[in-house]
């Protein structure tokens, strides 16, 4: 079946001056609607009508042909009807069907077009086929003078019935239907279009809506989250994802990490589970822009493969083999020298969740009267009930209450164990028990000392700016550079290594010590952790453009 593409383009526009030719994210406006019709592989011919010399060159450079469209067609009473019968007659050919295709709508995809040219084949009783939206709403009309309902029953607007509004994409009609008043056959269909398709720009604020679409990028986050090693590479991710709410998202994880499926699915972002052996290959279908990676360290067969496939590569807490080969890795926990300009450490890099970010530092206490113990997920080393046996005693004897908040990952039966002995040592009026706190932001804030490990929690306490008595876990995390004097922490080291005199020593020359701890909260005030998340998507966005820059100018070459 021959079908002929007619794009309508005048050189006035009143709205958006020189619109067709203006710059949309790198190729002017005109070019998508040529390239979307080429690429369709429907017609015979893809045809710009247009009475400009400069749209006409542009045109033929991205391979259309130019009917000139004479002056009495191109002024702004010209309807689309003769415009599109004069550049048909003008071809000297026949054809089955007839597109007008709109420069002004950009986000128009050649899989959509074709589809839409293949049910007008399929059902050769369709005289004419029109881009549409279903965009049912609760809408009023003057009718008699009067404003009244265009609905009949005021319900939710999913319970609406269709309301299909014209996007202005394309109009199919058979050829024998198209004449100087008409392109209307006898019987007409509609043909729904994705919404991120159907933007037709009419206005600047149309123009910045595309601007943004076509700038949005394709993005799996692949991540790891389970009581081993916590769920703060979950949290994130998630963090991250609320930053590019303006791109395309997909996380995929493993089957096996159900709470982190779980956090995943109540932020209500999609995504695949699988065994872990197969993400690579759902990875690879998808085919996405930016992969990120936050599943601590990487092989090469975590980075080179997708990087073959075109596929830029960002990780995050990466201390492997596949830290050489990706793009950009963000380590914000380790500020280690690194001989690579790709990897980024420090406290700039690091992503404060934004109920920390939002919240204003605590105020100077001259007292310690609450003291916060919380040491992550899991807490592996279970440095929580060692606090608590080591700290009893010295509750009792001061004026002091404890809140202890146990992480996601924290072993139930730790926990029996841990209010076994705050009950069997009568310190049930001095320490509370907690898991799963409405807000860690607002209990760092009420508390005037805390006690945590060398993970994110400190970069959150430190947000807060409360004095605070570091121990790790293990040896990693004693790599994380940030959490010593010169940022505000007081730093025992290894936890298991700490002895009862060490922790208690500290912890009462920290309450009997106003002096340190306001010199403490004056270091922690000095980084500015509140930004370090737009820092890092804005650091994504902008190498992964450098590199499609370099990639591009090396291919002309």
């Not at 709508?105 to 549409?132: G, H, N, Q, Y």
Request: charged share 30%; hydrophobic share 35%; with cysteine.
């Amino acid at each position: 079946m021959r079908a002929i593409g007619i794009i309508p383009a005048r050189g006035g526009s009143k709205g958006i001056p020189r619109k067709n030719l203006r710059d949309l994210n790198g190729k002017p406006l005109i070019a998508y609607a040529i390239q979307t019709a080429l690429e369709s592989g429907c017609f015979e011919k893809v045809i710009v009508s247009t009475e400009d010399e400069e749209i006409a060159h542009i045109a033929r450079e991205y391979s259309a042909e130019v009917h000139n469209r004479p002056d009495r067609l191109a002024n702004d009473l010209a309807t689309l009807d003769p415009v599109i019968y004069d550049a048909v007659q003008g071809s000297k050919q026949e054809y089955d069907i007839v597109a007008t295709l709109q420069p002004t709508c950009p986000l128009l995809k050649p899989d959509t077009l074709r589809a839409a040219f293949e049910r007008m084949i399929e059902e050769p009783t369709i005289d004419t086929l029109i881009s549409v939206v279903n965009d049912p709403r609760l809408a009023w009309v003057e009718k008699d003078s009067k404003i009244v309902p265009a609905y009949e029953k005021r319900v939710n607007r999913q319970e609406l019935p269709p309301y299909y509004r014209e996007t202005g994409a394309f109009f199919l009609s058979r050829m024998r239907y198209v004449t100087e008043e008409s392109r209307f056959g006898e019987r007409v269909e509609v043909f729904d279009i994705p919404e991120n398709e159907a933007l037709d720009i009419d206005t600047m604020k149309d123009w910045w809506i595309a601007e943004g679409t076509l700038r949005s990028k394709k993005i799996a986050i692949r991540v790891d989250g389970y009581r081993q090693i916590g769920y703060g590479h979950v949290y994130r991710m998630l963090l991250l994802a609320n930053r590019f709410l303006d791109h395309q998202l997909r996380f995929f994880l493993d089957e096996s990490h159900l709470e982190a499926q779980k956090a995943v699915s109540d932020a209500f972002y999609p995504y695949e589970v699988g065994p872990r052996i197969e993400l690579k290959d759902r990875i690879l279908d998808y085919l996405p822009d930016i992969l990120i990676n936050d599943i601590l360290d990487t092989t090469l067969d975590d980075v080179v493969p997708f990087q073959k496939a075109g596929i830029y590569v960002a990780n995050f807490e990466d201390l492997g083999t596949g830290l050489e080969e990706a793009d950009l890795v963000v380590n914000a926990l380790y500020e280690t020298d690194h001989p690579y300009d790709h990897v980024y450490t420090g406290p700039d890099y690091y992503c404060l969740r934004d109920e920390f970010a939002h919240t204003r530092p605590r105020y100077d206490s001259p007292k310690v009267e609450r003291i916060l113990v919380t040491f992550g997920g899991a807490d592996p080393s279970n440095l929580t009930l060692k606090s608590t046996l080591t700290l009893g005693d010295f509750l009792e004897s001061q004026d002091i209450q404890m809140k202890i908040i146990l992480g996601l990952g924290y072993p139930d039966e730790s926990e029996v164990e841990l209010r076994q002995t705050v009950e069997s040592r009568g310190l049930d009026e001095k320490i509370e028990i907690a898991r799963n706190v409405k807000s860690m932001a607002a209990e760092f804030k009420s508390a005037d000392l805390v006690l945590t490990s060398y993970g994110r929690t400190m970069y959150e306490v430190a947000s807060m700016q409360v004095p605070a008595i570091l121990m790790g876990q293990n040896e990693r995390e004693l790599q994380h550079a940030f959490g010593h004097s010169h940022n505000g922490f007081e730093s025992l080291g290894l936890g298991t290594l700490v002895t009862d005199q060490q922790l208690l020593g500290k912890v009462r020359q920290l309450c009997e010590d106003y002096e340190l701890r306001k010199k403490m909260v004056d270091r922690m005030a000095e980084t500015d952790l509140a930004h370090g998340v737009y820092r890092v998507t804005r650091l994504i966005l902008e190498s992964y453009d450098e590199k499609n820059r370099l990639e591009s100018i090396s291919g002309r070459k």
